[in-house]
Each structure stands twice: as structure tokens, then as C-alpha cells.
């Protein structure tokens, strides 16, 4: 592990057994879930239940009301993406549990997401309720379809992170949440990318498939299910020296760095 | 008729047939094409090649390198749309032949499309591209179903149009092109909308079904195929006293107006 | 003169007699008024009366009421300046005479000047005002001083314009209006600018000294009181061949173009 | 002083001596200095030499050269105001000493300043050199003519903080500077604030006359000279019971929280 880590950020592996369910409750936190193991437990976010399936991102802004339970009979575990300690730096964290015990279902399954669809499509005159984040879902099976067939297009690829997607704001093209950004890369087999250093920190989470990382001058060897973070202005590299795809899940301070001026990176000859 | 119309767009029907093509060229307008029967013809925007079929919409935005050629059997018809009229009331109508005949392909098939497939997903770092619009192609095929999933949801469904998208910049979540607006429109068996007006006009194709539009006193009767224009600031309202689903594809300069605080809008009680 | 003209702009010289006064209205088109000759008449805009004097520029947003009156023994003279012909061509030509014959005076004189005097102070929270503009002055005391003070950086000056100063918004930096700009323009004794060209077009008013502009191949001499038009797409450039300074303040539609991808500018070796 | 504090923001008070001088440096941190104390000092930043004056608010944006010298025979001192604590808590701290031990002068003594003098009013084209903050200084002279104008209009002042102005970015009204804002309050002899909160913090300087500040339920006396800070979160409100003016300079941090969807604030009855 590097020295350093991200000062911004949380990550942590969540586990929800059958039965069990969190109450609802609110923070001034912003909240990413990517689901790792198990299907069909949900999360309620903002009066909308959302079905859980491995490799779905769920997003929870600021302050919406949410809540999980998982009444299925087999454990569903996520990985759990804050950015709680940016927010308890600046001592703003709030918490409030629901008033009631439990909010009610206000709105038909998966809702924002059904509305949301397709790049290029939208409601009219939705625009002005995504200015800090939508309960928005975006499932497996259409990302890893956009990762393979980006994957098979010549000539793309980023030179420092391989095949990689932002997750944005559906409504206005923006980051995943105001202060919280993910990402989705793929590295194709036999892979090895350039070294690059940038201001911002991140917490990656191993999909699929294994390989490692160089951070400065340690080696950080991951496979499936590890988690391992990234500090600032590390120099950084990847490399899957494997037959198949490694796919790894990340989030990054990014947005909070850029309204500011300090989000520099530097590459390397 | 109203006795009004748009003063800043064009729309028109064009037909390629079997064996035409038109050679490569570009002008200051911006242009859309709305495919209504047909498929397999092919149009090449800035160096990509995109195949049409019937309900597609292709984009051409402002001074972009494009041609069209039909190597099928059948004729293509579409629906051709421009900012043409604004255009030439600026006295800014620019048109360049292609200097060596034809463009060639320099990108793999609906390169764009592809590399935009799911709202929320974007390859990395691709934001700056998008100021001046796409050589983007929303297809049918989830356009439909977009729109059938919208109605489906319960409450949905604005009052003055029905069920309506807005084919958006897939990038930046604004307007289709920056001079036009591009909106597709389901109206529910029996559906009948209230009254309002705007300052911005329309043109409208009818895609498929049946019904008709009150334009202040006017009664417009229309059925698939037909294209009638919207004037601006006319009070109007869409019926479809049918029993099966009719979708209106329509270009508005409401992208026109809205930057220069001319865009307004009334409802009647 | 040019044998194009502008197409979106209107520019022309009013004069108010003594005793004269227009009563209140207010229009969809948005205008200016830059005050040649004459002090101490008073325009009233959206309640806030605004004494004239020689240089002060003007702004009338759109759909704001406004009158004009001359209550002293001269008479007044003024270059009026609007988008009326752009309005027209959208066919958005509104126009209301005030209800009860002329607005009452609501806010302290020169209201909204008074609270934003110096670039970079604002009272707090004042910023979503301003989205269509402000019924602000520029007055020509500070004017001149800005322009004179520019003048004497070294290094200063545009290449092809001289020493150029825009108005903007004075809120958020935007343009003078949200479809005109503005723009007051200093040619030194023997100063000659380089050629180019772009797709805006401008209303030039000549408010001190003379000189000349070669408008593709045509040369047209000016002097104090001339007004004349820059067609779009025509090279030209600027002459002072006296020995005093040359003033031309101007109108243009950039901003009309810009949001739409239409702005483009060229130069000449 | 409230048991919390600001955790974004640091203010000090800085004397430098006569004949003292700060070598050439730069930071990642943002910095302001507001001038308590001594005339003709002088700091030089990214090439630009500004003599400091008593209530001059001078600005030095994130990474640009800078250096002090006081060459006048008297100290001078200044609040300096950083947003260092933020950017050490995102372990983004970077600092630089000058390669060659000084920078050399390139422009004109205030060139910024010079160029930017009136609201409105702005060389043509100068727009994106501004993203991340000019190296402006906003003159004690012009500054507190806009703050007795403000305070002289009718029905101004804000509720709950007296008559107050925004120090914004000169060429797009932003934030003072992307992670730090400033602020110029005059409370009138008698005058009495209400109460509220928000959750940004701020630390204020009195620069002139005495009064109170009311924090949750502790009374903060302050008087020329203090410092004293605001933690984020507590209810607080001003009173100055005195028979002349007083004046407070004060630094937020709201430009930090704002893009990220956490500044909120409320008002009690």
C-alpha cells in the first residue's frame, strides 16, 4: 500500500443478510453503491425502490431520504462509496433518521431510470431537478455492453487507464454526484498502460479478473474482490498480464477538485 | 392552415432512390434527418458512416462534411429539417462542395452512437467535442421504447403534448443542435391536450396514426405522413380521437429563442 | 457603402425637442440608446429614472417599460440602437402601451448603477437578476476614463479594432444584451489596424473625430455625427489619419450568433 | 469565542517591516491579503507590481508568483486570508520558491487593475484568462464609496447582515476566488441584524468602529483591530450599538460548498 491515501473519500465493503434491512434514514454525505455479490435485495431512494443486481451503480445525493433491505435468502454485499470524510472536514456532516420509521413508496419501480434510458433522450423539460444528483441507477447489463463495444472500437482506449467510462449525470452530462465521481474501466488481456500522476485521489474496487497496479515505486498486486486506494499525485500505472479482461469499478474525488483550480495532472516521457 | 408560420425553419420531404447519391458538401445550416420509409440507405457525417431505417433521427450539425447515398433496392424517404431560414435572415448561408469529390470514411460505422449508448455513460474525458453538436443518430428502436416505457409509467405525460422526449445533446444534456430542437411526441388513444402557446414554432411530421390539432380557431386534420407547421404564439392543442397510439416527430426553434430571453409561454384557463 | 448591410440590427439618430416626451411602453425587442448630444433629458426603465447625458449608454431589456422626456430648453439627440429586424424576422414583434399612461417612478434615481460602480464589487445575492439584462447606465465620464486608461498601457490594443472596450453585463460578465453587444473603440492619431473579417455584423456611430474604414474594396471616410454599417463577412479595417483620437462606438449581434455556433472570425497576412 | 471554528479557512495578521522583504513563492493554497495598517508597501504578483494601500483587498489566485517588500519606513500589516487548511485536508499542499530568487517585473504597476476599473465595462476578449482568479486589487478608495453609495440607497442593506458587498471576479461575477470568498460589511450606527445560519464558515476582521456579534448563545465584543471566526452551522446575528459606522471584512468559504450542493442556510422567526 502507498504511503498516502485519499483524504476525501471512503470506500468499504458492505454486507446485508437475508432479512436484514437499514432504516431510513438521510446525510449531508453523498452515497454510491455498486453491487458486487447477490441479486434482488433494494434500496428505496427518495419515495423509488430500486432493485439491486451485481455490477449496478445506485446513486443517494445529498440529503435524500434512503433506505436497503434484502428480502431474499442469500447475502447481497456492495461496495460502499462516500464522501464522507470531504464532508467531515468542512464539519458539515448531518443525519437524520425518517421521522416515521420508514418513508413510503411514492414512485413506480426504478423510476428515474426508466425515464432515462437511452443517451440522447429525455423527458421534456426535465433539466432543472439534476442540479446535485438523481437516484438514478445504472444497471450492469447495459454498461458492460457499452464497455465491450467501446472496447472494440480502433483505436479506443485511454493511454493511462485502458478502456474507461465516466458514469455522468444523465440529465445535464455533469459528474456522477457533485462531489463524487465513478468510473468503469476495463483492462484488455496482456494490457499495460502509461504512467500518469493527477491531483485527485480515488478507491478502486476489482470487479473482475486480477493484475496490479504500480504507485510510485510499490507494486500492488489485486484480483477479483480487492480494494485498494489511490492517493494524491501518485505516478500510477496498470497492467493485466492475465488472458482475460480485468475490469475494475472506481470512484474519485475529481469534482471536488476541479470548481477550485486544483485538479492538475502530469504525465510522463 | 394558420395563417402564421415558422419563420426560421424548413421542413420537407426528400427522396433518395434506388442507386442516388448526393456528393459530399456542407453549409452553415444545421440539418436533421428523419427517416420515414426505408432502410439501408446510408448517410457519411464528418468521416462516419450511419446506416438509416425507418424512424431514425441523424444529425448534421453546422459546417460538418456530409453526403447520402441509397445502394439498396427501395427508395428512402425522410423527413429533411433545417435551420435554413434563420440562416439566411442572417445573410450567414455558407456552402462548400467537398474539394476531392468524396469524403473518405475515417471512422468505424455510427462511430459516435456507439461510443454513446446508455444515458450516464460516457467515455472518459470526451465532454469539449460536443459545443456544436454530434454526427449523432438516435435510433428508433429505443427511441420507441423509450417512449413506451415513459407511457407506461404511471402519471406521466406532460398536458399540452402527451407523452414527449426531447432528443437532447447526448454530451452535454442540451438542446439537439444549437439552433434546433428536435422532440418526439406519442399521443394515447382518446388523448386530448389542453391549450397553450409559445413563442417558439414548430414543424411537425406525422409519423404514425391519426389526428388532428386545434391552431387557434383552425382545425388541422392530419395522418401518417402528413407535415404541417406550428407558427409561433398560436394557441393549440393536439387530439387524437382514435383508438391507436399517434407519434408526431417535430424541429422547434426554441433553441433559437431561449439564449436572447424570446422564449415565453401561456396557458389558457 | 458596403453593399450588404446588417440584418438583425437596427441603428438610428432620435432627437427630443424641448418639452417632448414619449409615453411608457415596452417591446419584445431589446435597445440601446447612446446620448450624442444634449444633457439633462431622462429615460425611465422599469421604474428607475435615469438622467441622459453626452456619451452615458443606456440599456432597455427586453420587455422592460420604459418613456423618454426632455424637460430642458434643448433638445436632446441620441443613437438608438435594437434587434428590432432580428425580433421581426421571428415574428415576435411585441408591443404594450403602459396600461395607465406612464409608470410610476419606484426606485431611487439611477438605481441600479448606483449599487454596482466598480468592477469586482456587488451587493451580496445580487446575481439571478441580471439573466436578461439590467436597466444599467455606462456612463461617459468612467467611459472615457477606462478607455484613456487602457490607452495608455502599454502594449494595449486590439490589432484589428484598436483599443476596444466591450460593455457587458455588469452582473455576469455576459454580453451587453442578451442578443446585442455593444462596444466603444479609440483610434490613436495615425493609428491603422490589419484586416479581417467575421460573421457579425455592426452599426458603428462615429462620436468624436473622423477617419475611415475600407469595407472590402470600398473606402468610407466618417467623421463626427456619421453613422454606418458593417455588413457580416466583409473584410475591413480602421484608418485614423489626424492628429486627435477617433471614437466610434458601436452595435453588433455576436451575441446573437455565438449560442448557435454561427460566430466565426478570419484574418488576412 | 463559539467552541467550533472554521475548518477551511486560516486568518492571520502579517506585519512586514520596514525594509523587509518575502522572496518570490507560489502555492497551491489561494491567498487574499486586506490591508489593516501602513501605505506603500508593495507585492508583486505573476509579474505585476501592486503597492498596497490601507483597505486595499489584494488577490493572489492559486499557483501564481508572489512576493512582498516594504521599502517605505513604517510596517505595514495586513490580514492574510488562505484557504490553506482546505487544501492541506485534500494533502494537495504544494509549494514553490522561486527558481531564480525573483521574479521579474513584466507589466505595468496594477496592470489588472487598470484595465478592469469600472462595473461593465472590459477590453474586448478578455474573457477566459479568468477562470481561476486575477492577480486584482480592489482599491479602500473605490471600495467604500460603492459601500456608503449602497448604504445611502433607500431600503438596501440585507436583513441579516447589514449593508454588505460581495468582492466577485471582475470579468465573470464568480466568487472572489474559486475557493475562497470576500466580503466588505457595514453595520450603521444602531443598526441591529436578525438571526440565521448557513453552513458555510468565515472569519471576519473589524476594520473599523466596535460592536457585537451574537454566536449560538455567546456574545463575541469586538472592536478595530479583532479577528474573530465563524464556525459553520451557528446561529448568528450583528449588532453595533454605537454612533458610528463599523466595518468588517470577512472571508467564507461558500465557494467551496456550493458546487457540491452543501451550502444551505436557514432564518429563525
Same mark, same amino acid.
Given at each position: 500500500?502507498?504511503?498516502? *491515501? ?16 437499514? #432504516? ?8 454510491? +453503491? ?23 451503480? %445506485? ?24 464522501? &464522507? $470524510? ?10 437524520? #433518521? ?7 413508496? *411514492? ?5 428515474? *431510470? ?13 433539466? #432543472?431537478? &439534476?442540479? @446535485?444528483?438523481? $437516484? @438514478? ?16 472500437? !480502433? ?28 468510473? %468503469? ?5 496482456? !494490457?499495460?498502460? +502509461? ?11 476489482? @470487479? ?42 472506481? %470512484? ?5 477538485? !476541479? ?11
Amino acid at each position: 500500500m502507498p504511503s498516502g *491515501t485519499t483524504h476525501t473519500l471512503n470506500g468499504c465493503l458492505q454486507i446485508l443478510c437475508s432479512g436484514e434491512s437499514a #432504516p431510513t434514514h438521510r446525510h449531508s454525505a453523498s452515497a454510491i +453503491r455498486f453491487i458486487i455479490k447477490g441479486n434482488g435485495a433494494c434500496t428505496v431512494v427518495d419515495g423509488e425502490k430500486i432493485p439491486m443486481k451485481e455490477g449496478d451503480l %445506485i446513486l443517494t445525493p445529498t440529503m435524500m431520504w434512503h433506505e436497503h433491505s434484502n428480502e431474499t435468502s442469500e447475502p447481497v454485499i456492495w461496495f460502499d462509496g462516500l464522501d &464522507a $470524510p470531504f464532508v467531515d472536514l468542512l464539519n458539515l456532516s448531518f443525519f437524520d #433518521p425518517y421521522p416515521d420509521g420508514k418513508q413510503p413508496i *411514492t414512485k413506480p419501480d426504478s423510476y428515474t *431510470t426508466k425515464r432515462l434510458t437511452m443517451a440522447g433522450l429525455r423527458p421534456a423539460g426535465s433539466r #432543472p431537478e &439534476a442540479n @446535485f444528483g438523481l $437516484p @438514478f441507477i445504472y444497471r450492469w447489463e447495459e454498461t458492460y455492453q457499452a464497455l465491450t463495444r467501446l472496447a472494440a472500437l !480502433e483505436g479506443e482506449g485511454d493511454p493511462y487507464d485502458g478502456v474507461v467510462l465516466d458514469y455522468v449525470n444523465p440529465i445535464n452530462g455533469g459528474p456522477t454526484l457533485p462531489s463524487l465521481g465513478c468510473q %468503469i474501466q476495463l483492462l484488455r488481456p496482456g !494490457e499495460n498502460t +502509461r504512467v500518469h500522476r493527477h491531483t485527485s485521489s480515488a478507491v478502486y474496487h476489482v @470487479f473482475r479478473g486480477s493484475g496490479y497496479s504500480m504507485v510510485n515505486d510499490e507494486r500492488i498486486e489485486w484480483t477479483q474482490g480487492d480494494t485498494f486506494a489511490l492517493p494524491p499525485w501518485a505516478w500510477h500505472r496498470f497492467g493485466n498480464p492475465t488472458s482475460k479482461e480485468a475490469i475494475l469499478f472506481s %470512484i474519485n474525488d475529481k469534482p471536488i477538485l !476541479e470548481p477550485h483550480g486544483l485538479y492538475r495532472e502530469e504525465t510522463k516521457e
